[in-house]
């Protein structure tokens, strides 16, 4: 069996606009790919389509083998395919343990007579999922603001939040768009040393980020888009000394 | 949280309003009515509050509840404790297809099209010839049991408003519960957790008729006699008004707001103002409390240490949402 996500050739049109034209990428288990680009390079709109929530106009893309175009995105989330989103969407009165929490969809397994009833084996699940649910934010830093409604966080913790949800379904793919964005530097190192940690334990990680950094810092092979289209690829050191790259990206990013 | 208590809440004050009333007829016809009201109420909370569903079939399930007990109890001799379940499943099977076909409709054609589902009861029932009793209903609906009296039907009453909480606080507090919110608040979300949303949704569609069911179940019984009028729309728009008035998002705000809403009915003078006086009473809730009488239940606020601590200079509230 092919083992990763490979996405061939993929290209995504809204109306008018090629938003991705072409596309290729591979993700292993283990692997931590960067995927980075300007803005409106196309980033969100590849993790979109591998995710379900766009169907691309041509290529294929395939899951563990699987071809995963087409299929509910919900079904892609329980075959172990997770995904941050660039604005977090989140319910602003909700407690950041609550919010964690609704990541362990995919483990549920209660009854709906078995939630009406609190029957013995829901309680121990919902007891299951909230010690997970701390070591997640043990693992992130989010115990002190367990309480907090996402409302009242700083947007840096909001995306940990998500990131954090996200690792609840304990996914085989895990898809992180732009999640260092408003983070401080100190919570930059958490999310490095979790997302190293997830990809130890099996976990395929595709990172899109706007800048280098954390990027150059995670991962071996990274993508650059520009204008929907790979403008180069290959590990870190080659990407970062590669002449084109520092003309068209940094050139104009200034990092 | 405090929801974990709504059904012990509910059992105390409605033991409590049941000495205090003693045998007073009229009271315990209000309360009867309240604890009814209370159940089409709840069945309103938890479509439209809790999964976002705007609903005016209620009174249409609550319809089928009605009928389909009174049908089996005074046409056929059966007794009331066996057509309970069916008061309640069918309603919910009726509307499980229902759902399916409608939930990916967008909120407002939701509800148009359950106002035209209702509307094609109320037609069916007034046409249903022998059966239903047509225009003019059904009567010599036998009562629980011989012995019943109004106290006794309004205990039942109010227990099967304990359990129906019971059931409906126990739900909200798990898995599925934080499920049916997520898709209220932000379907896409609720996706990304791995939540078939119009699975859900039918799934809670459901629930609700079979709360409506429960209510018609009750309400044939007390009455003995039934109409294709009885839960018409304005019924299923009132039960609407008092779970939002209560706080439809809350637990226990479609009680409250029955509750409230039915004392005022109770001394409002005359028939022509009632509607005046539901809309007055709306527009103060939206303006006064926009979660309803009972919305500042919903996560109480954490203590001022914790505060301080959390909230740092660059907190973006308001900012988060997308
Ligand atoms: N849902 C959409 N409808 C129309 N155009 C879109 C949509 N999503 C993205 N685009 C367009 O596709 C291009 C790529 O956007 P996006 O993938 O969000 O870029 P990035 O994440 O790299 O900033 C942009 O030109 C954007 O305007
Ligand atoms: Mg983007």
Same mark, same amino acid.
């Given at each position: 069996?092919?083992?990763?996500?490979?996405?061939?050739?993929?290209?995504?049109?809204?109306?008018?606009?090629?938003?991705?034209?072409?596309?290729?990428?591979?993700?292993?288990?283990?692997?931590?790919?960067?995927?980075?680009?300007?803005?409106?390079?196309?980033?969100?709109?590849?993790?979109?389509?591998?995710?379900?929530?766009?169907?691309?106009?041509?290529?294929?893309?395939?899951?563990?083998?699987?071809?995963?175009?087409?299929?509910?995105?919900?079904?892609?989330?329980?075959?172990?395919?997770?995904?941050?989103?660039?604005?977090?969407?989140?319910?602003?009165?909700?407690?950041?343990?609550?919010?964690?929490?609704?990541?362990?969809?995919?483990?549920?397994?209660?009854?709906?007579?078995?939630?009406?009833?609190?029957?013995?084996?829901?309680?121990?699940?919902?007891?299951?999922?909230?010690?997970?649910?701390?070591?997640?934010?043990?693992?992130?830093?989010?115990?002190?603001?367990?309480?907090?409604?996402?409302?009242?966080?700083?947007?840096?913790?909001?995306?940990?939040?998500?990131?954090?949800?996200?690792?609840?379904?304990?996914?085989?793919?895990?898809?992180?768009?732009?999640?260092?964005?408003?983070?401080?530097?100190?919570?930059?190192?958490?999310?490095?040393?979790?997302?190293?940690?997830?990809?130890?334990?099996?976990?395929?990680?595709?990172?899109?980020?706007?800048?280098?950094?954390?990027?150059?810092?995670?991962?071996?092979?990274?993508?650059?888009?520009?204008?929907?289209?790979?403008?180069?690829?290959?590990?870190?050191?080659?990407?970062?000394?590669?002449?084109?790259?520092?003309?068209?990206?940094?050139?104009?990013?200034?990092? | 949280?405090?929801?974990?208590?709504?059904?012990?809440?509910?059992?105390?004050?409605?033991?409590?309003?049941?000495?205090?009333?003693?045998?007073?007829?009229?009271?315990?016809?209000?309360?009867?009515?309240?604890?009814?009201?209370?159940?089409?109420?709840?069945?309103?909370?938890?479509?439209?509050?809790?999964?976002?569903?705007?609903?005016?079939?209620?009174?249409?399930?609550?319809?089928?509840?009605?009928?389909?007990?009174?049908?089996?109890?005074?046409?056929?001799?059966?007794?009331?404790?066996?057509?309970?379940?069916?008061?309640?499943?069918?309603?919910?099977?009726?509307?499980?297809?229902?759902?399916?076909?409608?939930?990916?409709?967008?909120?407002?054609?939701?509800?148009?099209?359950?106002?035209?589902?209702?509307?094609?009861?109320?037609?069916?029932?007034?046409?249903?010839?022998?059966?239903?009793?047509?225009?003019?209903?059904?009567?010599?609906?036998?009562?629980?049991?011989?012995?019943?009296?109004?106290?006794?039907?309004?205990?039942?009453?109010?227990?099967?408003?304990?359990?129906?909480?019971?059931?409906?606080?126990?739900?909200?507090?798990?898995?599925?519960?934080?499920?049916?919110?997520?898709?209220?608040?932000?379907?896409?979300?609720?996706?990304?957790?791995?939540?078939?949303?119009?699975?859900?949704?039918?799934?809670?569609?459901?629930?609700?008729?079979?709360?409506?069911?429960?209510?018609?179940?009750?309400?044939?019984?007390?009455?003995?006699?039934?109409?294709?009028?009885?839960?018409?729309?304005?019924?299923?728009?009132?039960?609407?008004?008092?779970?939002?008035?209560? #706080? *439809?998002?809350? @637990? !226990?705000?479609? /009680?409250?707001?029955?509750?409230? $809403?039915?004392? +005022?009915?109770? &001394?409002?003078?005359?028939?022509?103002?009632?509607?005046?006086?539901? #809309? *007055?009473?709306? @527009? !103060?809730?939206? /303006?006064?409390?926009?979660?309803? $009488?009972?919305? +500042?239940?919903? &996560?109480?606020?954490?203590?001022?240490?914790?505060?301080?601590?959390?909230?740092?200079?660059?907190?973006?509230?308001?900012?988060?949402?997308?």
């Amino acid at each position: 069996m092919n083992r990763g996500i490979v996405v061939s050739s993929v290209t995504v049109r809204f109306g008018g606009v090629t938003a991705l034209s072409d596309v290729s990428l591979n993700v292993q288990p283990r692997d931590i790919v960067g995927v980075i680009g300007p803005n409106g390079s196309g980033k969100s709109t590849l993790f979109n389509a591998v995710s379900g929530l766009v169907r691309p106009a041509s290529g294929e893309i395939r899951i563990d083998g699987q071809d995963a175009v087409g299929v509910p995105p919900e079904t892609l989330v329980r075959q172990g395919l997770a995904r941050t989103f660039q604005t977090p969407r989140v319910d602003p009165v909700l407690p950041v343990e609550a919010a964690i929490l609704c990541g362990f969809q995919t483990k549920a397994r209660q009854s709906l007579l078995g939630a009406m009833l609190h029957l013995p084996g829901q309680r121990r699940e919902e007891a299951q999922m909230r010690a997970s649910c701390r070591a997640i934010m043990e693992r992130l830093g989010l115990i002190e603001v367990a309480d907090v409604p996402l409302g009242e966080l700083p947007m840096g913790q909001v995306r940990l939040v998500d990131v954090a949800r996200a690792m609840a379904s304990e996914p085989r793919y895990l898809l992180l768009d732009e999640p260092a964005a408003g983070l401080s530097l100190l919570e930059q190192r958490r999310l490095a040393a979790a997302i190293r940690l997830l990809a130890a334990d099996g976990v395929g990680v595709l990172l899109v980020e706007h800048n280098f950094g954390l990027v150059g810092e995670l991962c071996r092979h990274v993508t650059v888009l520009d204008r929907g289209k790979v403008l180069l690829e290959g590990d870190v050191a080659t990407v970062r000394s590669n002449p084109v790259f520092l003309q068209t990206y940094l050139g104009s990013h200034a990092a | 949280m405090i929801e974990k208590w709504s059904a012990l809440i509910v059992l105390v004050l409605a033991v409590l309003a049941a000495i205090g009333m003693g045998s007073n007829a009229a009271w315990l016809g209000t309360s009867t009515l309240i604890a009814i009201y209370s159940l089409l109420a709840l069945s309103v909370g938890i479509t439209y509050g809790q999964a976002g569903i705007l609903s005016v079939a209620q009174g249409a399930f609550a319809s089928m509840g009605a009928y389909a007990t009174g049908i089996l109890t005074a046409r056929y001799g059966i007794s009331p404790f066996l057509t309970l379940p069916v008061s309640v499943l069918l309603p919910a099977l009726v509307a499980l297809p229902l759902a399916r076909l409608v939930s990916p409709l967008s909120p407002l054609v939701l509800a148009i099209a359950t106002l035209m589902f209702a509307t094609i009861v109320e037609i069916l029932l007034r046409g249903g010839g022998d059966l239903t009793g047509g225009y003019i209903g059904l009567s010599g609906i036998p009562p629980l049991f011989d012995a019943q009296t109004p106290v006794t039907f309004n205990l039942i009453a109010w227990f099967a408003v304990v359990v129906v909480v019971f059931l409906y606080a126990n739900l909200m507090n798990s898995a599925w519960g934080r499920a049916i919110n997520t898709v209220r608040h932000d379907p896409m979300r609720a996706v990304a957790d791995g939540t078939n949303v119009t699975r859900l949704q039918s799934l809670v569609f459901t629930l609700g008729a079979g709360m409506a069911g429960l209510a018609g179940w009750l309400y044939a019984h007390q009455l003995s006699f039934i109409s294709p009028d009885l839960f018409g729309i304005p019924v299923s728009i009132n039960a609407i008004l008092m779970a939002v008035v209560g #706080g *439809a998002g809350v @637990i !226990l705000g479609p /009680v409250a707001g029955a509750v409230v $809403l039915s004392f +005022f009915y109770e &001394f409002l003078p005359g028939q022509e103002s009632r509607g005046m006086f539901y #809309g *007055a009473a709306l @527009i !103060l809730t939206l /303006v006064v409390a926009p979660s309803g $009488l009972l919305g +500042f239940t919903r &996560f109480r606020r954490r203590s001022p240490a914790v505060r301080r601590g959390a909230v740092s200079a660059g907190a973006v509230p308001g900012k988060v949402a997308s």
